[in-house]
């Protein structure tokens, strides 16, 4: 058996320990005699097996009481519907374009009420996050929405957007438990978990409960409502049990490591490495403004397409896998979550030098 150092921006890499901690449990889990993809999601071992989840997940990220934890399906995606149809009072949303999944769930939104782009970074390829500190907010909105992590152009938010006191919507996809984060700054944050928690299938929202409503917009389905999903703590229908049950063990794992401190620490010292190969390189570039980078998602480039397909595929070759760029931005980009080890990036940066050695 040979692992890879897997850069993939999504589904990604896991905790090894995880992997084999859940092999061991596939047949028979602590004496239960099946795996958990076979037991009811009404049975006092699955019961144990979210509630330690839910847990785990407010401890990590010292979520106050008067927040919600859902553990929905659907994907980040379905979110881009059901946020406008549930925090949708006066029908007024502003949303802050950083890249194509915040311009996605812009546009999903306008399906439902009168939403506006208060802010963009689409003219320079969305290689930086712009000034969002006296923003032209809507006295009505009910709600501005930030994409925090960009995991197709490598930007984050390193300060949270001036919202003039309307409520905080967050996609934390890409960067969810990367670092601390003050749950009350935001009144929903939300990720799917494919990118640094757990399987696809999985999306977890966090939702201050004033926000969740018995009256979301007319012809809201009832999976989508909040309130079904909160009311019947994420068991209204059968949930992606087995997803929960490894984003639990991911929990686990992260508080071991030292919780969402050093899962900073841990995240800062690998970037790092790259960052800094990639500031004195001759052949390799970075394509992110300095002071938005990310500490997951690094894109960079030869500014050759041709050299840049070489790399991909001597990188694979070499056991360094999923390096190529998104389809729309093209070049390359290593996604290097809580998961991915420091040798995997230092190993990567070896592999760069000797490459750039030999194409210069
Ligand atoms: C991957 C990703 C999505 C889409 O997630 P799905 O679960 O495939 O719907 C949305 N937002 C961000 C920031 C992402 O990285």
């Avoid at 099946?34 to 979520?63: C, G, P, W, Y």
């Avoid at 992260?254 to 790092?272: D, F, R, S, T, Y």
Wanted: hydrophobic fraction near 40%.
């Amino acid at each position: 058996m040979a692992r890879v150092y897997n850069f993939s921006a999504g589904p990604a890499v896991l905790p090894e320990e995880v992997l084999k901690e859940a092999a061991d449990e596939m047949l028979d889990y602590r004496g239960t005699g099946m795996s958990v993809m076979e037991m009811s999601h009404r049975s006092k071992a699955f019961d144990t097996i979210i509630k330690e989840a839910e847990q785990d997940l407010r401890e990590l990220m010292n979520i106050p009481d008067n927040y919600k934890v859902l553990f929905l399906q659907g994907g980040a995606s379905q979110q881009f519907a059901a946020i406008p149809m549930n925090l949708m009072k006066n029908k007024v949303a502003d949303y802050i374009i950083t890249g194509q999944w915040s311009k996605k769930a812009f546009q999903e939104a306008k399906k439902y009420g009168n939403v506006k782009a208060v802010a963009s970074s689409e003219d320079k390829t969305y290689s930086y996050i712009p000034d969002c500190s006296d923003l032209d907010i809507d006295d009505d909105a009910d709600y501005v929405y930030i994409c925090e992590n960009n995991t197709i152009y490598g930007t984050k938010f390193k300060e949270l957007p001036n919202t003039k006191g309307k409520t905080l919507v967050a996609d934390v996809s890409s960067c969810f438990l990367s670092e601390p984060v003050d749950v009350t700054k935001y009144g929903v944050i939300y990720g799917g978990v494919q990118k640094n928690i757990g399987p696809a299938g999985v999306v977890i929202v966090i939702i201050r409960e004033d926000l969740i409503t018995d009256t979301p917009l007319e012809g809201t389905p009832t999976m989508l409502t909040y309130k079904t999903q909160a009311d019947a703590d994420s068991l209204y229908n059968t949930p992606p049990c087995y997803g929960i049950y490894i984003c639990g063990k991911v929990f686990k794992w992260i508080k071991k490591m030292g919780g969402l401190e050093a899962m900073k620490a841990h995240n800062e010292k690998k970037a790092k490495i790259l960052y800094d190969f990639l500031d004195q390189s001759e052949l390799f570039k970075g394509t992110v403004v300095e002071k938005d980078r990310s500490l997951m998602n690094v894109p960079f480039v030869t500014g050759d397409a041709d050299l840049d397909a070489k790399f991909v595929a001597e990188a694979k070759a070499a056991g360094f896998e999923n390096l190529k760029g998104h389809r729309t931005v093209g070049g390359m980009r290593a996604s290097i979550y809580n998961a991915m080890p420091i040798e995997g990036v230092e190993k990567l940066v070896e592999f760069m030098k000797d490459f750039e050695a030999k194409n210069k």
